[in-house]
RNA sequence: GCCAGCAUGGCGGAAUGGCAGACGCGGCGGUCUCAAAAACCGUUGAGCGCAAGCUCGUGUGGGUUCGACUCCCACUGCUGGCACCA
């Protein structure tokens, strides 16, 4: 509301557009002419030194597109300008990741249909986007809504199927009851809930479509040291494959198979008093004995509802049963009492554990609350509670004295698997990607269901399956799309047999759309592959991918695993899709994330009519580090559109007179400032650099060189892309500034001939002299103890010692 | 609980072993104006002082160093990620 007022009152108070900078006409001019010389569309098939810039494409939103998107496409493009002026073909296309249940979510609330909202939602982003002035190649932008995109996601789909990475199965997933779909892992918040509408995700077994992810996690996880990306990115896909190394135990049990548990501390195995499986464990009940099966039987069914509910046991719940059975321990052959718990989960490692108390705090909790036996194998005091630290074994036989957890844990584990009960096992977090929604808005998955051939693949030459427009397409909730409501789509021929068949209802995950975007850029106008291999050896991988971090695991791990699958399937040559990534830091206002529920949001529209884009563009990337984001503020766009009229007034009082040598020193200082700091993303002090430089040139009387205007247009270009192209010209430059070579700074020019030297008496800085670049340090000793300012702040005292760093400081410490 | 990152004027931030606060916002004073806005000029970390200047000051406490915003240890707070992961 604050912000609101204050804009009204700006917007009618202010006088008229200052006559030097008339950003509005100057923006719609450039663009105008930038779209009909086709300036920002290189030749795909020729450019010299292509360079893919890639950003991350927009989710249409209806309410238009916010100052976030603004932040993170005004950093790319201004990266990618400048590249461009290093001499490289630079190749920036754009495009909308229009599916989703985001999409269907809101049309269902506006009681519309996504097909004509998205459709106005992506006029609307394609609008604003233009404002921008970004040096977008508009002839080659994607919509994963439309046909001929979505016929490669289905291609792609079919073809992982057929080289074995997409599989079926009745599995527990991962359901919002409000969206009344399936979820992947990765779509459940930390606290349980719904990443899309917040609802608390419950459990449901459902036949669902999986991608094989896990093959690749070894490569998903070990590429990543190789890569140049951002470190924080890097550490989230390291946290979410989540490897694990440790081993697998088996106990054998009378009369009954072994059971097998992972471990990653086998040091502590003499510690071992009681086994533990999950509830839902497939040999629950099957090792329940006899009379307490009924009993044991009622608790799984217990548990499984709790868990179906949604409900969270809070952690350190002890809940669990005894099934009355034992294992044996493998090195001592002591009984284990065999337990069904919650706290162990099916869904990791073996589902069952072997319960450390004396060394592991849910195993100690446990056996307290359930009366079990503590034996602690591992020295060292850590008070009441179990002992999870470092320390030397004891109670373990022959094992006595070795330090654990290492080397123990090795050597137990050889002396376990040498009795044939054990191996080493690696363990990961990491599952497969679940892609089955029981949604409307998304891509079928085009497969077919035969009575007689069970699931086979759509044939490629009948792709795409399209989405048919159906008037209903509320979700069912009963497991089954929307689209089982329409028989002409429901009802096919299968292509093996011919005999009458269902097609799968289901739609695919937006992360399907958004996992191969990058491929179809250069190949917008290929109709006969999802990419064409020529334009895809010449373009790809990407150079370099600018985006945020909230798509770390989602996003850029599946795009990272289609590349890999389509290398092995050989249909890439390289494994990596992003050569480069940088994150990119976050926009908040007051101290806060943008929400509509905090009525925080900045609509660009405005700040762009009233102060340009090219202002807009250079206060955002002036907030702060690009890396981390800044905290937005209504009046601060004030600054860079002073120094913008500030730099067109410099520009009236340029003349045909030869630069002074005061002048051409802090220009090149300029440039090497803002050459320094441009490819680093540092536009922040790039920016300050800019402004200092004309500051300098204001204050300096009389007439301006062109030259060092021209320089600042130059600067300025990757910036402020139309002002820089507007002052370009009228110094008479040829158009356009966009492809000029970028200045190069003279290092002589840069060369200081005199330094300031800080004179300090015990660190404390008391006096400056100013000297010639390279003086001895025998003569800066003598300069500072012939100082009569230091002499004030000996107090008497002796200086002991003197230390001097040349060209900098000479710091007299005082003897005592 | 675990793993990252961050903490500097009224505000956004700069400086990553050598003059803390670049650049910008905001504030204050002035010029112009009948007046206001814009623009321009000056000033702006705190305290003391008529002044020259002095003292203090980068979340807290310790340490290393001739010298620490910067490096090390411990803590506090905030942000993000993960979380009965065996």
Redesign the pocket.
Known sequence: MGALRWHRRQYH???PM?PEYDHQAIEAKWQRRWEETGLNRPELGAAPRPYFNLMMFPYPSAEGLHVGNMYAFTGADTHGRFQRMQGLDVFEPIGFDAFGIHSENFALQVNRHPTELVAANIRNFRRQLHRLGAQFDWSRTVETTDPDYYRWTQWLFVTLWKGGLAYRARRNVKWCPRDLTVLA??Q?????TCERCGAAVVERELEQWFLRTSNYTERLLGNLDHLDWS??TK??QR??I?R?E?ALLDFPIDGAAPLR??????DTVFGATFM?V?PDHSRTLELASGDRRAEVAKFVAEAARRRIAGI????????GIALGRNARHPLTGDELPIYA????????????????PAH????H?FALAHGLKVVPVVSGDSGPGPHMGRGTLINSRDFDGLAAPDPARELIVAAISERGLGHPKV???LRDWGISRQRYWGPPIPAIHCPVDGAVPVPEDQLPVLLPYIEDFRPLGTGESPLSRDPGFLHTTCPVCGGPALRETDVSDTFLDSSWYHLRYPSTDCQDAAFDPTLTRKWLPVATYIGG??H??LHLLYSRFVAMALHDLGYLEFEEPFTRFRAH??IIKD???MSKSRGNVVVPDEYLDRFGADAFRL?LM????FS????????????????L??VF?LAERVGEVAEPAELAVVRHRCIQKVSE?SPQL?Y??A??????Y??RL??HGGTIPKVSLETLALLLSPYCPHAAEELWERLGGTYSVHQQPWPQADPELLREDE??V?V?V?????D?VTVPRGTASEELERLALSSA?VA??LHGRQVG?V?V?PD??????LGR
């Open positions: 108070e202010l006088p200052p892992d990765e459940v918040m930390a606290d349980g470190e924080s550490l989230l946290h979410w989540g694990s440790g548990v992972f471990t990653t501390r086998a533990v999950a969270r046991e809070s952690e350190g719940s002890t809940s718990a919650e706290y162990v989960l099916s869904g990791y490692g073996e589902g069952a554990i072997m319960a450390v592991d705090s849910r195993d909790a363990t990961y977090r971090n909230e770390a695991v830091g976050m101290g806060a994330k206060y002036a907030m702060g580090p981390e984001g800044g905290d937005f503020r209504d009046t601060g766009i004030n600054g860079p559109y002073r120094f009229v500030q007034r700091d540092k922040n002090t920016i300050a650099e800019l402004m200092k004309a500051k204001r204050d330094v300031v800080v300090s015990d660190g404390k800085k008391r400056q300012r004030n702040f010692r230390v760093v900098k400081q000479v710091n007299l410490v």
